[in-house]
C-alpha cells in the first residue's frame, strides 16, 4: 500500500522488465526510481557520490519521461539493458554508466546483440568516451542532458 502511495504522489516511479526478444512485459520484479535523488540521499544518509552509478541512471530514467517516452528496463537473452524507451512506434536502447573502462565491452556487449535496427546509445559520464563502439554510439551523459535544449 505505500508504495503505490508513494507512486501515486509522483515520489517514486517503477519500470518494469521488458522483454525485447518476445516484445512484452514480464512478470518479474523490475526497479524504482525516485523524482528527487536528494531526498533519497537524505533518506538512506548518504551523499551523491556513496552510489554515483545509481544516481546517473536515475537521472536518465527521469529524462527519459520528461522526452515523453515510456520507460522500462531491457531484458535481451537474460542480458539486463538499462533503458528500452518506447514513443509510439519509436524505440531506444540506452546502457548508462560512469566511464567506459578500458578493454572493457561490458557496457556495449548487452547492446550489440539485439537484432533490430533500433537506436542503441551508451550514455557515460565521461566525455572521453564519446564516439561509437562496435557501431553503438557513445554520448557523453551532459551533451545528451542538453541535446533537447541545443535544438530549440
Do not use: C
Not at 516484445?23 to 556513496?50: E, P, W
Not at 531506444?92 to 547492446?111: C, F, I
Not at 563502439?133 to 554520448?139: L, Q
Request: no cysteine; charged share 30%; aromatic share 12%.
Amino acid at each position: 500500500m505505500t508504495r503505490q502511495l508513494l507512486q501515486q504522489s509522483y515520489l517514486f516511479y517503477e519500470t518494469k522488465k521488458y522483454s525485447i526478444r518476445g516484445k512484452k512485459l514480464l512478470s518479474t520484479l523490475g526497479k524504482y526510481y525516485v523524482a528527487d535523488t536528494g531526498l533519497r540521499n537524505i533518506r538512506l544518509n548518504k551523499n551523491y557520490r556513496d552510489n554515483l552509478g545509481h544516481q546517473i541512471e536515475n537521472i536518465v530514467f527521469i529524462e527519459l519521461l520528461r522526452r515523453g517516452y515510456n520507460v522500462d528496463v531491457g531484458d535481451y537473452s537474460g542480458k539486463e539493458i538499462g533503458f528500452v524507451a518506447r514513443k509510439g512506434n519509436e524505440i531506444k536502447y540506452y546502457q548508462v554508466t560512469e566511464h567506459l573502462p578500458e578493454g572493457s565491452t561490458r557496457e556495449t556487449d548487452n547492446l550489440r546483440y539485439i537484432p533490430d535496427g533500433y537506436q542503441k546509445t551508451v550514455l557515460s559520464l565521461s566525455q572521453f568516451d564519446e564516439g561509437t563502439v562496435d557501431g553503438i554510439a557513445v554520448k557523453y551523459l551532459i551533451d545528451w542532458l542538453l541535446e533537447e535544449q541545443i535544438k530549440r
